[in-house]
């Protein structure tokens, strides 16, 4: 599904480099996300955003921050990363309609911090 | 916290059998969502079930919701191959909160 997508879609870095994770829809939502997969522990809310002007911490946001550049991008960043932050990284878009909040996925990013 | 807890945590059947996989969870909520997630990829959405409503139906699938038991279950009737996946739970309340999900297997 090319409604929401992400770059890169694979990232190998260092220890203490400073890294942005890309994401862009095409959908119209008005509500972005940013979660990280890791085995075992299902998905992860670091932030999210309800507009353009809205951004807020989810249950894991210390160590990243975020970007709502326009309505269709919100972009991750890891200040420094560090190697418990390898994970898989999704984007999710979604829209309030009738309360439904249906979330549609990016593809992912696989990161690793070396 | 994690709201939604789903089980098994693992489930290998054979074709053409059914799958049943639950997810409990914790606080009040306005819906619950079920994902199938295929190996490394994105998440997509299966079907919802609103908190006044008790069964519904996709197809292949049928999600119950006990809201006095605070729990949901997905069935998956006549199983495929394709149908190999994780399936995980989510649920609405002033945010989505996604269960850890079950890694379920298809046999040939």
């Known amino acids: 599904d090319a409604d929401v997508t992400q770059t890169p879609r694979n990232r190998i870095t260092k220890t203490g480099k400073r890294i942005m994770l890309e994401c862009s829809q095409t959908?119209?939502?008005?509500?972005m996300y940013w979660y990280r997969q890791d085995p075992g522990l299902g998905l992860r809310l670091i932030y999210y955003s309800f507009d353009v002007k809205d951004i807020n911490k989810g249950e894991i946001s210390d160590g990243y921050s975020v970007s709502r550049q326009a309505q269709a991008k919100f972009s991750l960043s890891l200040e420094s990363a560090i190697p418990n932050q390898t994970a898989l990284y999704f984007c999710?878009?979604?829209?309030?309609?009738?309360?439904?909040?249906?979330?549609?996925f990016g593809p992912g990013t696989r990161l690793t911090v070396l | 916290s994690q709201q939604g807890e789903e089980d098994p945590q693992a489930l290998s059947i054979q074709e053409g059998e059914n799958a049943t996989m639950n997810c409990s969870y914790k606080?009040?909520?306005?819906?619950l969502q079920w994902y199938r997630q295929n190996s490394g990829r994105g998440l997509v959405h299966l079907i919802l079930?609103?908190?006044?409503?008790r069964e519904k139906h996709s197809g292949r699938l049928r999600v119950t919701l006990d809201t006095s038991k605070k729990s949901s279950s997905l069935l998956i009737t006549a199983s495929r191959a394709a149908d190999t996946a994780s399936y995980f739970c989510?649920?609405?309340?002033?945010?989505?909160?996604f269960g850890k999900g079950t890694r379920l297997h298809i046999l040939p």
């Open positions: 606080t009040s909520i306005n819906n």
């Open positions: 999710a878009t979604s829209l309030l309609a009738g309360g439904r909040n249906e979330q549609f």
């Open positions: 989510a649920t609405l309340n002033d945010k989505i909160i």
């Open positions: 079930i609103r908190s006044n409503e």
């Open positions: 959908k119209g939502h008005d509500r």
